[in-house]
C-alpha cells in the first residue's frame, strides 16, 4: 500500500470516528444543544480538526444521513433485482424493506426526515448536498420502478409510479414522525409497527386495481294510467 493509500485510509477512519462521536451527543443533548465542541471531546479530538472534515454541525448533522440513504438503495435495488418473483411479493418485500430501514437506525431516520423539512440543506457544502439528493431520487426511482411494473400489469391504479412512490414515502415518513411525536408524551406505548402495518395496508388497497362491478340495469319505473 502507497502513501497516498495510507492516508486516505486514516482519513476515512478519522471521519468515522467523527460520525459516531456526533450520533453520540446528538442523541444525548439533540441537534439544537449539540456543540462540535462536544463532539470532539466525544471522538478525543480538537475542535480544530473537526473542521478539517466538516464545515459546521449542520454538515456533520447530514452526513449522519448518507449510511441509511445507502441502506435503504442497496435494499430497493435488491428487490428490482429479483425479477422472477411476482409483483405482489415484491410489494410485500418493499413494505419489510422499510421497517428494517427504520430499526437500521430510528435516530437518525428521524434526524433526516426532520433534515429534509428545515433550512439545514441550504448550509451543506455542494457535494454534500449533491450526494443526498442523488442518493434520495435513486431510491425514489427504484421504488417507482416497483409501482410502475404493477401499473404495466394491470395490479396497479393507472396513476404516474413516481407519484405513487412520492405518496409511500410521505406515508412512510408521516407515520414515523407522528409517532415519535407520541412516544415523547408517553414512553410506555409504541404502535409504530401496527401504525405502519395499517397504513401499509390501506395504501396496498388503495393503489390496486379492483375489478369493477358490472352494475344491473335499473327497470323503468312504470305508471299506471288512469
Excluded: C
Excluded at 158 to 164: E, F, Q, R, S, Y
Aim: no cysteine; glycine share 4%.
Amino acid at each position: 500500500m502507497g502513501i497516498h493509500e495510507r492516508k486516505e485510509r486514516e482519513r476515512e477512519r478519522r471521519r468515522q470516528q467523527i460520525i459516531v462521536a456526533a450520533k453520540r451527543v446528538f442523541s444525548e443533548k439533540g441537534f439544537n444543544k449539540a456543540t462540535m465542541e462536544d463532539i470532539a471531546h466525544e471522538a478525543e479530538l480538537s475542535p480544530g480538526t473537526l473542521y478539517l472534515y466538516f464545515k459546521n454541525k449542520d454538515e456533520l448533522y447530514a452526513s449522519l444521513s448518507l449510511r441509511i440513504l445507502h441502506y435503504l438503495l442497496i435494499r430497493l435495488e435488491h428487490l428490482n433485482s429479483n425479477a422472477h418473483s411476482d409483483i405482489e411479493s415484491r410489494i410485500s418485500g418493499l413494505k419489510e424493506a422499510m421497517y428494517d430501514v427504520y430499526e437500521f437506525d430510528p435516530m437518525i431516520l428521524i434526524n433526516m426526515f426532520h433534515l429534509q423539512s428545515s433550512d439545514t440543506l441550504k448550509n451543506l457544502t455542494p457535494e454534500l448536498l449533491s450526494e443526498i439528493k442523488n442518493l434520495s431520487k435513486r431510491s425514489l426511482s427504484e421504488m417507482a420502478k416497483l409501482f410502475q411494473e404493477g401499473v404495466q400489469q394491470g395490479v396497479f391504479i393507472d396513476k404516474h409510479p413516481m407519484a405513487i412512490a412520492d405518496t409511500f414515502w410521505a406515508l412512510f415518513s408521516g407515520v414515523i414522525l407522528w409517532e415519535t411525536s407520541k412516544s415523547i408524551i408517553n414512553e410506555d406505548k409504541d404502535y409504530l409497527r401496527e401504525t405502519l402495518e395499517i397504513a401499509f395496508e390501506i395504501f396496498d388497497s388503495g393503489i390496486k386495481k379492483h375489478p369493477q362491478k358490472s352494475k344491473t340495469p335499473k327497470k323503468a319505473k312504470t305508471r299506471n294510467r288512469q
